[in-house]
């Protein structure tokens, strides 16, 4: 048997050292020596995209008349809010009123007076005009937005 010496101990205990210092290494997971890379580490990072505008029956209303009545950015914001109050109000009559069906239509009528009153003022003359006479199209183009599209029969 060979008797072993201080340089032989010393290699054989840091090569040992380093081989457990390795393996707990690679065991905990460290990321400098992980063998397993995420696949989105190989994924183009995507731009962050902006939130889409919230859909609301005021913001479509606002967006119909828009188109149709050729609205200024300013007239576009100040129709939104009166619709958005007038939806707001007419929910809460509904609430409010929900047992009694002539004090709501009351109410309703009340409320659609003035958010036509309000209309007439931020619109001006040429465009409340067309308003009217396009009123009906433009509740029609909002209904067909809302209603559901018509769904093909399943056959086997």
Do not use: W
């Amino acid at each position: 048997m060979r008797p072993f010496t201080t340089s032989s101990m010393k290699i054989t205990f840091t090569s040992t050292a380093c081989g457990l210092l390795l393996l707990a290494m690679v065991s905990s997971g460290c990321v400098r020596f992980s063998i397993y890379l995420p696949d989105s580490a190989f994924e183009a990072v995507k731009p962050e995209e902006k939130p889409a505008e919230p859909k609301s029956p005021a913001r479509d209303l606002t967006n119909a008349m828009t188109e149709e009545l050729k609205l200024e950015p300013g007239q576009q914001g100040r129709i939104h809010e009166i619709l958005y109050a007038t939806l707001q109000k007419a929910r809460a009559a509904r609430t409010l009123y929900a047992d009694n069906p002539m004090a709501m239509n009351t109410a309703l009528r009340h409320i659609n007076a003035d958010s036509e009153r309000q209309l007439r003022q931020a619109l001006s003359l040429a465009q409340y005009q067309q308003y009217m006479v396009g009123r009906q199209r433009i509740q029609a183009r909002m209904q067909a937005k809302a209603a559901p599209a018509p769904t093909a029969p399943i056959t086997q």
